[in-house]
């Protein structure tokens, strides 16, 4: 009866605001424009991370017993999945935690290792590397990004929303307390031998990663994703360098290889991002299972519906507080329409939780939150 009584009510709210010139009459005028949309149906890649005792050296081996009850994650595959050829070289990851770090380890099987970079903070990709994204909390706001290279060059920053929704970076931002190690299978910079692989070992503080989300515990799940990118690259005069168009002399784009891919080219759409479910088992007997949370399918229903309001609001200058009006831009609602609330900034939408009696909301900034009525 309460849940019932709930709902009438936010019912009545949504509908006695349903009134798109609002924003206007509040003075605000500003409409973000269409964004791409992902090309792939949602279905992230998913990770069981177990928990050590161990306080793991990093040295960049991760031939290191403790890394042996750690499953190997997917080798990665294009930013853009199936519609891009298999990557030229395979890269994957395991993970393993205790109550102090999140553990990483990777393998990187390259021909020619090669790297440029030495100072921290500047932008690695520029050179092949390797990248960490973490969003703890999992509402696509507030993540971090680090990136090395193979002389173990670090690039570490904090955005507090993803670019499409101007979000801010942190540069100056640092991972306090991080532990980083490269592995060279071959010899650096030499063109003239061929090489194995780079590998490895990461340690991100979880008293730097919990400022953006709780400490994980048994049953926990992160939204995270790994990337990698690499250049085309020939010898010139006994040195490395990027392959170049030879009508406009600039260098070739870059190939970006993920964990889990987003569907198009950019990193950037944290709801793309693959599951990190954290085990209190050290992996050693039976397997654990991931489970996923039924209110991710609910938060994706309501992502549709942002990307659809972001083509809406391109075109017409406003927000629809009608699902229905959305269906021309894209939105293809499965079960239940959003109820959708216009506000003096932008607008709320909300579905009813799968998991609880309250509600999963998304706003015009594309951050989603999970509310529970009131007793």
Same mark, same amino acid.
């Given at each position: 009866?309460?849940?019932?009584?709930?709902?009438?009510?936010?019912?009545?709210?949504?509908?006695?605001?349903?009134?798109e010139?609002?924003?206007?009459?509040?003075?605000?005028?500003?409409?973000?424009?269409?964004?791409?949309?992902?090309?792939?149906?949602?279905?992230?890649?998913?990770?069981?991370?177990?928990?050590?005792?161990?306080?793991?050296?990093?040295? &960049?081996?991760?031939?290191d017993?403790?890394?042996?009850?750690?499953?190997w994650?997917?080798?990665?595959?294009?930013?853009?999945?199936?519609?891009?050829?298999?990557?030229?070289?395979?890269?994957?990851?395991?993970?393993?935690?205790?109550?102090?770090?999140?553990?990483?380890?990777?393998?990187?099987?390259?021909? =020619?290792?090669?790297?440029n970079?030495?100072?921290?903070?500047?932008?690695?990709? =520029?050179?092949?590397?390797?990248?960490?994204?973490?969003? /703890?909390? &999992?509402?696509? =706001?507030?993540?971090?990004?680090?990136?090395?290279?193979?002389?173990?060059?670090?690039w570490?920053?904090?955005?507090?929303?993803?670019? +499409?929704?101007f979000g801010q970076?942190?540069?100056s931002w640092?991972?306090? &307390?991080?532990? #980083?190690?490269?592995?060279?299978?071959?010899?650096?910079?030499?063109?003239?031998d061929?090489?194995?692989?780079?590998?490895?070992?990461?340690?991100?503080?979880?008293?730097?990663?919990?400022?953006?989300?709780?400490m994980?515990?048994?049953?926990?799940?992160?939204?995270?994703?790994?990337? +990698?990118?690499?250049?085309?690259?020939?010898i010139?005069?006994?040195?490395?360098?990027?392959?170049t168009?030879?009508?406009?002399?600039?260098?070739?784009?870059?190939?970006?290889?993920?964990?889990?891919?987003?569907?198009?080219?950019n990193?950037?759409?944290?709801?793309?991002?693959?599951?990190?479910?954290?085990?209190?088992?050290?992996?050693?007997?039976? /397997?654990?299972?991931?489970?996923?949370?039924?209110?991710?399918?609910? @938060?994706?229903?309501?992502?549709?519906?942002?990307?659809?309001?972001?083509?809406y609001?391109?075109?017409?200058? #406003?927000?629809?507080?009608?699902?229905?009006?959305?269906?021309s831009?894209?939105?293809?609602?499965?079960?239940? @329409?959003?109820?959708?609330?216009?506000t003096?900034? &932008?607008?709320?939408?909300?579905?009813?939780?799968?998991?609880?009696?309250?509600?999963?909301?998304?706003?015009?900034?594309?951050?989603?939150?999970?509310?529970?009525?009131? @007793?």
């Amino acid at each position: 009866m309460k849940k019932l009584l709930y709902l009438i009510i936010l019912v009545f709210i949504f509908a006695a605001c349903k009134n798109e010139p609002a924003l206007k009459s509040f003075g605000y005028n500003s409409y973000p424009g269409k964004i791409p949309v992902p090309a792939l149906s949602f279905s992230p890649e998913s990770y069981i991370c177990y928990k050590t005792t161990s306080d793991i050296a990093i040295d &960049g081996d991760i031939t290191d017993s403790e890394w042996s009850l750690a499953p190997w994650s997917n080798v990665f595959r294009d930013i853009e999945a199936e519609l891009k050829p298999a990557p030229l070289h395979d890269t994957r990851i395991k993970m393993l935690w205790n109550d102090s770090y999140l553990f990483i380890a990777a393998e990187l099987t390259e021909p =020619h290792i090669w790297a440029n970079l030495r100072q921290r903070d500047t932008i690695i990709f =520029h050179d092949n590397d390797f990248e960490v994204f973490i969003d /703890p909390d &999992g509402d696509t =706001h507030g993540y971090y990004e680090f990136e090395m290279n193979a002389y173990n060059t670090v690039w570490d920053l904090l955005l507090t929303t993803p670019y +499409r929704d101007f979000g801010q970076v942190i540069d100056s931002w640092d991972i306090i &307390g991080l532990k #980083s190690a490269v592995k060279i299978y071959g010899t650096i910079n030499d063109p003239s031998d061929t090489d194995e692989k780079w590998t490895i070992e990461l340690a991100f503080p979880f008293d730097v990663l919990k400022e953006w989300g709780n400490m994980p515990s048994d049953g926990t799940q992160w939204r995270m994703n790994f990337s +990698r990118v690499n250049w085309r690259t020939k010898i010139v005069n006994g040195r490395y360098a990027k392959e170049t168009d030879p009508q406009t002399g600039r260098s070739l784009p870059e190939f970006n290889w993920l964990w889990s891919p987003q569907g198009l080219i950019n990193i950037h759409y944290p709801e793309m991002w693959g599951f990190v479910q954290f085990s209190s088992e050290d992996g050693s007997v039976t /397997p654990v299972e991931f489970v996923m949370n039924p209110d991710e399918m609910v @938060k994706w229903e309501l992502r549709k519906l942002y990307y659809a309001q972001r083509s809406y609001s391109a075109e017409k200058n #406003s927000y629809s507080a009608d699902a229905d009006r959305l269906m021309s831009h894209g939105y293809v609602p499965e079960g239940t @329409k959003p109820e959708i609330l216009i506000t003096m900034s &932008g607008y709320q939408a909300a579905l009813p939780s799968a998991m609880t009696k309250g509600f999963v909301y998304i706003n015009e900034e594309g951050l989603t939150w999970i509310s529970s009525p009131s @007793k």
